[in-house]
């Protein structure tokens, strides 16, 4: 399955914001050992680094971001998904930008906290509990 990580999920991940930290733990795990394959959009990058280094400094934002690009694939963000994020009906533009990288990347899902963040139907849209239930109940 290859499923675009929601820029929350990173959050989760690199700011240890709780209780959510350890089901990303999982969902990274899950990447890691090859059982899914996650992606990043290009456009994620810029605002996790912003974000990171308010809380944690520059150095540490720009190491969490060459140790997720080890593991996790870029997800391209050009003019198509753009103009696609334009003409989504969308609250959050970010989220559009986010919904049109996975369809153009031909992704399966979308993992998020926030569900209702993206009112589709496909790809398919996830919360790490669903795919952590998923992955180790079909094991």
Known sequence: MRVLLDTNIILDFALE??????????????????????YLSASTFSDLYYIIRKDKGRASALSLLNRIVTFCQVATVDSTTINMALTVNFRDFEDAIQYSAAVLNHLDAIITRNPRDFPVATPRIITPDELIQELTNTQ
Do not use: M, N
Not at 17 to 38: C, L, N, W
């Open 17 to 38: 914001r709780h209780p959510f930290y350890s089901k990303t733990i999982q969902v990274f795990s899950f990447i890691y050992q090859k059982q899914i394959e996650g």
